[in-house]
């Protein structure tokens, strides 16, 4: 995510690094290749140049204090000029209507039904809702089964009308289904075209009109770069909606969407989509994506991430197992499930502060895991209890069993132990403190 585009914004603003003071030389040289940064990453020439100048009058105007070097002030002024840019403040659904009518446009491909599931997982599952999914979409091949499919992953009801090819009859019905059964979110997924046309846009208008949604969200490939910017605007003049959903930004290595659709329609983006699975969409966090930007880290949402599979009593029980030396590979196994619960984990490494650079290179899928997992469940119950039984002839048979070799065993047998003892010593020092620090953190 945003891979060039940070490693640009580095190399801009290495300029300033090892000078003693700011002045309007320097400042130039760095915001000259900020500017070229952002216009390689598919920024439009007057955005970055308004951005560039406004972080040029903001470093002239600023005293460095001694404790402060020139680089880390222009980096403050462009972390806090990007979250400007992407617009300031994270923009959630509004939800207090009863029901909540959300309606989806966008064009085809740019993942409307897939984001519309994801929506109804996220206000189910962590805002405790009743979503309806509609399926108005029946131009595209498949579509209705698609959302049907994906209302069954998640557990969430979905509305369709076979036979019906009007979609705005299809989702008035909806709407009065909803009114009358417990649903208090409706969330009606509509058919996008290869490009904007009249037919589109007259449907799309036709359905707003009808429906009245309280919500009305864009959904947008951000890997199409400016296309997408263009897109946004003329859906935007046409229906006027209320925020920007951003899907693929996970592939997305320039960004130029994320940083001007703000400027161009002045309407926030609300949700980023970061993979296909039906848990990877996030809330958009401007000041945490220009954390990201900068090689910083997002460290908010790694605990984020980390609370919503934290189990309190869980967390109870495995502290008494390991202050008594009891922590074996059943526990080993069950820390992995929490945290390939949490994403994929190359992006949750880029969210430590440092490691996206190193990680820039290592190719980390989601089956990182695999071999540790096979190896495990070839071990005995007694192995697993016991790991201080495997002795050199269960290693083996632990290789030829998992489809590894002994080297393999051996590392994680290895690594396991270093765990281990490296829990103990953190139960013994700092755990109570770590437990209170986590007892004291908001709960979702």
């Known amino acids: 995510m945003f891979e060039g585009l940070s490693e640009r914004l580095e190399r801009s603003l290495k300029v300033l690094k090892g000078?003693?003071?700011?002045?309007?030389?320097?400042?130039?040289?760095?915001?000259?290749?900020?500017?070229?940064?952002?216009?390689e990453a598919d920024v439009s020439y007057k955005i970055a140049k308004d951005f560039t100048n406004t972080v040029k009058e903001k470093a002239?105007?600023?005293?460095?204090?001694?404790?402060?070097s020139?680089?880390?002030?222009?980096?403050?002024?462009?972390?806090?000029?990007?979250?400007?840019?992407?617009?300031?403040?994270?923009?959630?659904?509004?939800?207090?209507?009863?029901?909540?009518?959300?309606?989806?446009?966008?064009?085809?491909?740019?993942?409307?039904?897939?984001?519309?599931?994801?929506?109804?997982?996220?206000?189910?599952?962590?805002?405790?809702?009743?979503?309806?999914?509609?399926?108005?979409?029946?131009?595209r091949p498949a579509a209705i089964e698609q959302l049907k499919v994906l209302g069954a992953e998640i557990g969430v009801d979905v509305y369709t009308e076979e036979g019906n090819q009007?979609?705005?009859?299809?989702?008035?019905?909806?709407?009065k289904l909803a009114h009358e059964k417990s649903y208090n979110i409706v969330i009606v997924d509509t058919a996008g075209r290869l490009a904007v046309d009249e037919q589109m846009m007259t449907e799309i208008a036709a359905i707003k009109t009808s429906i009245k949604p309280h919500e009305t969200l864009f959904v947008v490939d951000s890997m199409t770069g400016q296309d997408a910017v263009n897109t946004a605007k003329a859906f935007n003049d046409r229906i006027d909606f209320d925020g920007v959903i951003l899907t693929k930004l996970d592939g997305d290595t320039r960004g130029g969407a994320a940083l001007t659709i703000r400027t161009v329609v002045d309407k926030p983006i609300k949700f980023v989509g970061i993979g296909e699975k039906m848990d990877a969409l996030d809330v958009f966090h401007p000041s945490r994506?220009?954390?990201?930007?900068?090689?910083?880290?997002?460290?908010?949402?790694?605990?984020?991430?980390?609370?919503?599979?934290?189990d309190e009593e869980e967390a109870k029980k495995l502290q008494r197992k390991i202050a008594k030396d009891q922590f074996n590979f059943n526990d080993f196994l069950n820390q992995i499930k929490q945290i390939k619960k949490m994403g994929?984990?190359?992006?949750?490494?880029?969210?430590?502060?440092?490691?996206?650079?190193?990680?820039?290179?290592?190719?980390?899928?989601?089956?990182?895991?695999?071999?540790?997992?096979?190896?495990?469940?070839?071990?005995t119950p007694a192995e697993?209890?016991?790991?201080?039984?495997?002795?050199?002839s269960r290693r083996k048979r632990l290789a030829l069993g998992s489809g590894t070799n002994i080297q393999e065993v051996n590392q994680l047998i290895k690594q396991f132990d270093e765990t281990r003892k490296m829990m103990k010593m953190m139960t013994k020092g700092g755990g109570k403190a770590m437990a209170n620090l986590m007892n004291r953190m908001p709960r979702r």
């Open 70 to 139: 020139p680089n880390q002030l222009m980096v403050k002024i462009v972390h806090d000029e990007l979250a400007a840019l992407m617009g300031g403040q994270a923009v959630e659904i509004h939800s207090k209507s009863n029901p909540t009518i959300i309606l989806i446009s966008g064009l085809q491909g740019s993942g409307k039904t897939t984001f519309s599931a994801k929506l109804a997982r996220h206000l189910k599952n962590k805002k405790g809702k009743t979503p309806l999914l509609v399926a108005c979409d029946v131009y």
């Open 166 to 175: 009007d979609p705005v009859k299809i989702a008035k019905n909806a709407v």
């Open 344 to 379: 994929n984990v190359k992006d949750l490494m880029g969210m430590i502060p440092g490691m996206s650079k190193a990680m820039k290179n290592v190719d980390i899928d989601d089956d990182a895991f695999k071999n540790i997992e096979s190896i495990i469940f070839s071990m």
């Open 289 to 310: 994506m220009a954390d990201r930007i900068l090689g910083m880290g997002d460290i908010v949402s790694l605990v984020e991430k980390a609370q919503e599979q934290f």
């Open 19 to 39: 000078q003693g003071r700011i002045s309007e030389i320097n400042v130039a040289e760095t915001v000259k290749e900020i500017r070229k940064a952002l216009l």
């Open 60 to 68: 002239l105007g600023q005293n460095v204090l001694t404790a402060v």
């Open 384 to 392: 697993r209890e016991d790991p201080s039984i495997l002795n050199g």
